[in-house]
């Protein structure tokens, strides 16, 4: 039996999460603009090809910052999932929102503005939900 080396079990690692986040997009119906802006990849041709590497099994090794907005975006999902239920969380991402944070926008024109930090309020933002 071979063992693996730290860099494949990150890829392994990296390749799960970019599929758990295509599984959540394509729940939200993200377009392809929106998941860029969440992930922070400036060409969408990148994404593209990470996806298909990771659609087909293949390893990939995503970028630390990368792994970040997964990360933000995988626990927004399980909050949502948590608060409302995996149903519910396609409607909440995009409806208006009436609470501080959003101003009445919604929690996706917030999540892709490119603003990182944007993102990770969202994440924080129902982590507080979650524990009231």
């Known amino acids: 039996m071979g063992t693996l080396s730290a860099g494949s079990e990150g890829a392994n690692r990296d390749s799960a999460c970019l599929h758990a986040f295509g599984n959540i997009a394509e729940h939200w119906d993200l377009t392809v603009?929106?998941?860029?802006?969440?992930?922070?990849?400036?060409?969408?041709?990148?994404?593209?090809?990470?996806?298909?590497?990771?659609?087909a099994g293949d390893d990939v090794s995503l970028p630390e910052?990368?792994?970040?907005?997964?990360g933000c975006v995988l626990s927004i999902y399980a909050s949502l999932v948590i608060?409302?239920?995996?149903?519910?969380?396609?409607?909440?991402?995009?409806?208006?929102?009436?609470a501080p944070l959003f101003g009445g926008r919604s929690a996706m024109s917030l999540m892709a503005s490119g603003n990182r930090k944007?993102?990770?309020?969202?994440a924080r933002y129902l982590l507080s939900e979650r524990y009231r």
């Not at 969408?44 to 590497?53: E, K, N, S, T």
């Not at 910052?65 to 997964?70: A, L, N, P, R």
């Not at 608060?83 to 409806?95: F, I, M, Y």
């Open 83 to 98: 608060l409302l239920n995996h149903d519910r969380s396609k409607g909440w991402v995009r409806a208006p929102n009436r």
């Open 65 to 70: 910052d990368v792994m970040e907005g997964i």
């Open 33 to 55: 603009p929106e998941q860029c802006k969440l992930l922070g990849v400036d060409q969408a041709g990148v994404l593209h090809d990470w996806m298909v590497q990771a659609q």
């Open 118 to 122: 944007d993102l990770e309020d969202v």
